[in-house]
T-cell receptor, first 126, second 107 residues
Framework: QITLKESGPTLVKPTQTLTLTCTFS??????????VGWIRQPPGKALEWLAL?????????SPSLKSRLTITKDTSKNQVVLTMTNMDPVDTATYYC??????FGSGSYAYYFDYWGQGTLVAVSS | DIQMTQSPSSVSASVGDRVTITCRAS??????LAWYQQKPGKAPKLLIY???SLQSGVPSRFSGSGSGTDFTLTISSLQPEDFATYYC?????????FGQGTKVEVK
């Protein structure tokens, strides 16, 4: 059973850098077609995709946050790390990491988030 | 960016009802669409991928349809555990985007 778990600070101050770690099990980021992504959700609001890293180290970022985000992987530790610089109160949200799998349907392969971590709430306040 | 618009924002329904939620993309996304269910305080759960493929373990009362710009999630007979918020998400092109969500509430 694939599992993922987010860890990191629950409170950061404005302008600080947030570092979140996603530790996963029962899959490898060395496997062709596998990725891990980060998604956030402000309280009471919708989901927002942030970043994604693939088995081949291909990285994708939300354009609106690209200048502030860095995603990396450590395959030996089964971890993916997301850093977000210059945190602001509007970045207060639950941050999720999720397994991104290549699934076949409607005649083609595409990538979807099929397993999610429980999420970690990060508050930004002075 | 591709905008995903869901309607309605909320729907009130009773157990046994048929519930339909729509998702419209601002441009064509072929069939690269997923539906997720989220309950309060929990992570989203993948229900449907590729617009109409049922994720393993998801009850068959859930179904998806559509292609191009217009998509539908249908719950054929609403069960007590189905009261939740539902999101669509496109993976046709980056940045991947989610709809604003549809809350299925008790009537």
């Amino acid at each position: 059973q694939i599992t993922l778990k987010e860890s990191g600070p629950t409170l950061v101050k404005p302008t600080q850098t947030l570092t979140l770690t996603c530790t996963f099990s029962e899959f490898s980021l060395n496997t062709n077609g596998v990725g891990v992504g980060w998604i956030r959700q402000p309280p009471g609001k919708a989901l927002e995709w942030l970043a994604l890293i693939y088995w081949d180290d291909d990285k994708r970022y939300s354009p609106s946050l690209k200048s502030r985000l860095t995603i990396t992987k450590d395959t030996s530790k089964n971890q993916v790390v997301l850093t977000m610089t210059n945190m602001d109160p509007v970045d207060t949200a639950t941050y999720y990491c999720a397994h991104n799998s290549r699934l076949f349907g409607s005649g083609s392969y595409a990538y979807y988030f099929d397993y999610w971590g429980q999420g970690t709430l990060v508050a930004v306040s002075s | 960016d591709i905008q995903m618009t869901q309607s309605p924002s909320s729907v009130s329904a009773s157990v046994g009802d048929r519930v339909t939620i729509t998702c419209r993309a601002s441009q064509g996304i072929s069939s690269w669409l997923a539906w997720y269910q989220q309950k309060p305080g929990k992570a989203p759960k993948l229900l449907i991928y590729a617009a109409s493929s049922l994720q393993s373990g998801v009850p068959s009362r859930f179904s998806g349809s559509g292609s191009g710009t217009d998509f539908t999630l249908t719950i054929s007979s609403l069960q007590p555990e189905d009261f939740a918020t539902y999101y669509c998400q496109q993976s046709n092109s980056f940045p991947w985007t989610f709809g604003q969500g549809t809350k299925v509430e008790v009537k």
